[in-house]
């Protein structure tokens, strides 16, 4: 379990990262918090001939909140970053219930969010967080700056719209507002493990119901799954009570999702533990109520 | 917490400062704290060292048709690549079979395969280089051409007559059988009230030692003298080994085991990468190394368990348990292993079934067949969870048949106090066992009625809880005849030398070994309080064959009872030794003196008389003075075995408190209990810890442990983020009492401890569950019990 022979290169900044990059063409890789990468390499999975640390970028672990009232979280911001921030805990609290579920300390300590959103383990919860809340994902690469809404930056098992050279430098979100709530649950086997099947939930809440909610269901496909179905049963103003729209929503839920069989679970496993998971998570959101 | 039922016999070290019965620290745990443990990896290289790695089978059973190897061995750093064939040349190969399990086979087994293989991970060829990444490289530049053949995966169909065979010289995939028979058992069922019977599955485990398998093996051509630095529980096993094996003198073998990170059984077989290793140091006259990585860990280290059995109990109308027939389907994978063979786990599964209990009429019939995966083997507590998990599943089915509570039931079906000593229908012989007041103790201990009070509370509230038991017998301390009576080269026997050194200090030198769990502890408080010093004064020296005296070390749970009754003879040998010469030197009958806390005093008065250091300062420098005649003794060694029963029976019982959601599946492990009888507590803390840790293991077993293979036998989950092992979040309190019943056989009275845990948890965890699912009419037989098989047997998911 030793890596290939590589060479290693601290960048001094986003764009010297960017050339880097672009000078090794297929060979060069990102390295951030290094707890995926490394594996892959120890593994000889992942070969590359070079890595590009953007560990000292210091300015890219900042949160920001910007003049538009939306937070802007830098790529480098360390899992236990997110856990300690009070603006994350005031601001973005999906993300401050999700991170807990996230590996161990020690690897909280050193994995981030940039990292985590580019690995895109299917598994991953921070993926399915930033597709629950539409954030916006930002690039630097060798013909400038790019956007991307989290919606459509997964595309498959570790593929992301990440193209050759490009560096994800920030994830922006909207904060939460006085009538949203967000919600999150998630089933392993042991604490700190991958998901069995996880949710990441954001929605409005009106009179004790739920107007508009996003189900980002993870461990359940090659990427976070939007549930739209199963939200729209429920947001339904034609069904008044909340008991009916949850039953509608966990019979939807079998056209949302087709999760794969593997070793550790079967397929009608993993259904049925995304039907329970919807129930108890929206159950929270609704006992909670409003502005968590 | 010690508590007795007959007073625990006087002992010489119920002396003043006996440090026996008592928590004293170990004194090797702040340097393994403080990151100074000596372990194989941490040891100063040799000049020139080379690490070695190796290629494996990616197939579980395939020829091998052609191999290259001349890029590897042309790659930068590289000094030597080997095929199975080439190691032949200098190194025996060897067979996993014993002559005292009669019909036991197996096949010739390669250290690297030569033409065949015939498991996932069994390795091919290996490369030594300068660093582990060259010799890494270099694996990826050999090429091997296999020609695959159908694998043999599933224990029942390796017994088809149309199965493919693994070894086709053995004629079939059988390797070992036997028949357990007492009484008459189908009569017995005949004339049965109720019949209680299931179909069990045990999962295969990995042992998951913190330290992986490691050696260091460095070879002296001039003197043709090896020296193999290696993580095992058995140096002078190993040394015996490689000297054979290797055609060396077995005085030219030094084998040294310092710290071991965990064993668990693991590190006492032979495995063909570390012997390739020596061999490879042999050939190249120069010191090479090889750390197993997880990756390899996973697919080389013995497997453990994997049973199939099929077990039915007879029951009498008044709740008398009267029968069991047993069948038990074991899997062992490619071969049998050596040298202490694969059928010890399958023997012992099948003659504890229903060994707590009355019945006198048993049928154990014991299949062990090949497959095409990992070696499977000895692991702690060999055979007993099988044997613990299927009577224990079968008694609380029985008891809810009969309608009693699964504590009364058992109440009326343990051994009671007055058959002692007892041999049980499989040839068990258990000198006194203490069931009734352990199932006393438990029931307080865990406040039983008031759990069942909660449990039917939170039922009305929708909350699913289950208690269940399971009642152990663990096998201890065994007697002269258990590996060397079937021809192997493993003592049974320890052996101690203790001297009073210059300094005043004693020096212990023990065969027994330290694996993590406090043995060297052990010596130390019994070597003080035999010889009358303090605990720090003593040092303990363990696991080097050019240091120690030779003896077995460290497995079947054998360390303090029989190491520590080694060390106690010697250490009494030793204090006679020095009292004769203090009797000397002060003109007093030595009868009149006795050692306390490292000072020769009046045996009336207790005043000091001389220091031992002034004992020594004269015994070593000024013999001169000492009367005509007298040579000072300074050395006692002694070696012992155990004599008069085969083996020290221990028993207890377990008890697990669950929570299970029952609509995911997933257990909460509320709380576990103990309560044991190891006879003499040497050290409660460290006893405490060898059950607690035990428990852990057994609940790895009940609900997170599996080696996942594919058909095609393939190891699917083969890393650490993919095989459960527990970890801490998931624990319950594990809370531990005794009951005490030495051992006559021996004036330490100490009994093993090191697999009770394990022995009894598993089967505790199955039945709290199974208690959790009763309302819902679901039962499970399968370990682990994942969170899919629990919701399966609630019927909640399809297919
Ligand atoms: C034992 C263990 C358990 C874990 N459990 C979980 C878990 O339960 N849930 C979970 O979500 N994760 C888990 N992880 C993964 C952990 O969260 C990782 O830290 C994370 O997935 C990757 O972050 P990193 O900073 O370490 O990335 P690295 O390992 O450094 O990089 C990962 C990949 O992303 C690329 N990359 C990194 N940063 C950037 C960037 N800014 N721009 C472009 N590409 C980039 C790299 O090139 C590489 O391909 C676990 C890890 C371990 C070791």
């Known amino acids: ?292 | 917490m010690m508590s007795d039922r007959a007073p625990v016999p006087p002992l010489a070290l119920d002396r003043p400062n006996s440090y026996i019965g008592r928590s004293v620290p170990r004194p090797n745990a702040r340097r393994l704290v403080q990151g100074r443990g000596h372990y194989t990896d941490d040891v100063a290289a040799p000049a020139g060292v080379l690490h070695a790695a190796f290629l494996r089978s990616p197939y579980a059973h395939a020829r091998i048709t052609h191999i290259d190897v001349a890029a590897a061995k042309a790659a930068p750093g590289v000094a030597l690549v080997v095929t199975g064939a080439e190691i032949d040349q200098v190194c025996e190969p060897w067979v996993g079979v014993l002559s005292h399990f009669k019909g036991l086979r197996s096949a010739t087994q390669h250290a690297l395969a030569v033409d065949h293989v015939v498991w996932q991970g069994e390795p091919v060829v290996g490369v030594a280089a300068l660093t582990r990444a060259m010799a890494e490289d270099a694996l990826s530049l050999i090429e091997i051409a296999y020609a695959e053949l159908p694998p043999v995966t599933d224990p029942d169909a390796a017994l088809l007559p149309e199965s493919p065979l693994i070894h086709p010289e053995l004629g079939s995939n059988l390797a070992f059988a036997l028949t357990v028979e007492s009484g008459d058992a189908e009569a017995a069922f005949r004339d049965a009230h109720t019949v209680v019977s299931g179909d069990f599955r045990f999962g295969r485990h990995s042992p998951v030692t913190l330290e992986a398998r490691s050696v260091l093996a460095d070879f002296n051509p001039s003197e043709r003298r090896l020296t193999v630095h290696q993580s095992t529980q058995t140096p002078y096993q190993m040394q015996d080994i490689y000297a054979r094996h290797l055609g060396l003198p077995q005085a030219n073998v030094h084998v040294i085991a310092k710290d071991v990170g965990g064993s668990f059984g693991m590190k006492l077989h032979v495995y063909g990468d570390e012997v390739a290793t020596v061999a490879m140091s042999v050939i190249l006259g120069r010191a090479v190394k090889f750390i197993a990585d997880r990756l390899e860990s996973f697919p080389s280290d013995i497997h453990a368990r994997d049973h199939r059995v099929r077990a039915r109990m007879a029951v009498a109308a008044d709740g008398e348990i009267t029968a069991m027939i047993v069948d038990d389907l074991t899997g062992v994978g490619a071969f049998s292993a050596y040298p202490r063979t694969s059928a010890v786990e399958g023997n012992q599964a099948i003659r504890l079934m229903g060994g707590p209990y009355k019945l006198r009429h048993y049928s154990g019939n014991l299949r062990v067949v090949f497959q095409n995966k990992a070696v499977m083997s000895q692991y702690r507590a060999v055979g007993h969870p099988i044997a613990c998990g299927v009577t224990e599943a079968l008694v609380d089915q029985a008891a809810a048949a009969i309608g009693l509570d699964p504590l009364e039931f058992r109440r009326r079906n343990l051994l009671t106090d007055d058959v002692y000593p007892y041999t049980s229908p499989t040839g068990y012989l258990f000198e006194r066992l203490s069931h009734h007041q352990c199932v006393d103790k438990l029931e307080r201990l865990m406040d039983y009625p008031a759990l069942r009070a909660d449990q039917a509370e939170a039922r009305t509230k929708g909350v699913v809880r289950g208690i269940g038991f399971a009642v152990f017998i663990e096998i201890t301390n065994p007697g002269p005849a258990f590996y060397g009576v079937g021809g192997a080269r493993i003592t049974a026997q320890d052996g101690c030398v203790l001297t009073l050194e210059p300094s005043g200090n004693i020096r212990c030198a023990v065969s027994v070994t330290e694996q993590g769990q406090g043995t060297e502890a052990i010596m130390a408080q019994i070597a003080a309080s035999a010889v009358g010093v303090r605990i720090e004064d003593v040092r303990v020296i363990t696991g080097d064959t050019a240091a120690t005296p030779y003896g077995g070390a460290t497995w079947a749970s054998r360390g303090a009872g029989i190491g520590g009754e080694t060390v106690l003879i010697t250490g009494k040998a030793l204090r006679a030794n020095l009292l004769r010469l203090a009797g000397i030197l002060l003109q007093m009958p030595p009868d009149n003196l006795d050692i306390s806390d490292g000072l020769i005093v009046d045996n009336a008065t207790g005043r000091e008389r001389i220091t031992l250091q002034e004992l020594a300062r004269i015994a070593y420098y000024r013999p001169d003075t000492l009367p005509q005649g007298v040579q000072a003794e300074l050395t006692a060694a002694h070696h012992h075995v155990p004599r008069g029963q085969p083996f020290a029976f221990t028993n207890g019982i377990q008890a697990s408190h669950v929570e299970v959601d029952v609509e995911s599946g997933f257990v909460r492990l509320l709380n576990h209990w103990v309560v044991e009888d190891c006879g003499r507590v040497i050290n409660p803390l460290l006893v405490d810890e060898q059950i607690r840790g035990g428990v852990v293991q057994g609940i790895g077993a009940a609900l997170f442990e599996e080696c996942l293979y594919s058909e095609q036998g393939q190891l699917l989950n083969g890393t650490l983020a993919d095989y459960l092992v527990p970890m801490a979040s998931e624990m319950p309190d594990i809370h531990v009492d005794h009951v005490s019943t030495p051992t006559l056989h021996s004036e330490l009275g100490a009994k093993g401890v090191g697999e009770a845990g394990t022995a009894g948890a598993a089967a505790a965890v199955l039945n709290a569950i199974n208690d959790a699912l009763q309302p819902f009419g679901a039962r499970l037989s399968q370990m682990p019990a994942t969170p899919e098989r629990i919701l399966r047997a609630l019927g909640k998911l399809a297919g």
């Open chain 1, 1 to 292: 379990m030793k890596p290939a022979p590589f060479d290693y290169v601290r960048a001094e900044s986003v764009h010297h990262a960017v050339r880097l990059l672009a000078e090794n063409k297929d060979g060069a890789r990102i390295i951030a918090g290094g707890q995926s990468l490394m594996t892959a390499m120890n593994f000889r999975m992942s070969s590359p001939a070079l890595l590009v640390d953007i560990g000292e970028l210091e300015h890219l672990r900042d949160i920001t909140l910007t003049a538009d009232a939306r937070l802007r979280i830098g790529a480098l911001t360390r899992h236990a970053d997110l856990d300690a921030s009070p603006d994350i805990a005031a601001h973005t609290p999906l993300l401050r219930k999700a991170i807990r579920h996230v590996a161990h300390t020690a690897i909280r300590n050193r994995g981030t969010f940039g990292g985590s959103l580019s690995h895109a383990d299917p598994a991953s919860e921070l993926p399915a967080c930033v597709m629950a809340l539409d954030a916006t994902i930002h690039i630097v690469g060798p013909d400038g700056d790019r956007v991307v809404p989290a919606r459509h930056f997964f595309t498959g098992v570790h593929e992301t719209a990440l193209g050759a050279g490009e560096v994800l430098v920030a994830v922006e979100l909207d904060v939460i507002k006085a009538d949203e709530v967000s919600g999150f649950g998630e089933f392993a086997r042991r604490q700190g493990d991958y998901a069995m099947v996880g949710l990441a939930a954001h929605g409005r809440i009106a009179a004790g119901l739920l107007t508009a909610v996003d189900l980002a269901f993870f461990a359940v496909g090659s990427t976070p799954i939007l549930a739209r179905r199963a939200a729209a049963a429920l947001v339904d103003p034609a069904t008044p009570d909340p008991a009916q729209r949850l039953q509608r929503a966990r019979e939807a839920l079998s056209l949302d999702l087709d999760p794969p069989d593997d070793p550790q679970s079967s397929a009608a496993m993993r259904m049925e533990l995304a039907r329970v998971l919807l129930g108890r998570v929206v159950g929270d959101m609704l006992a909670r109520g409003a502005g968590a």
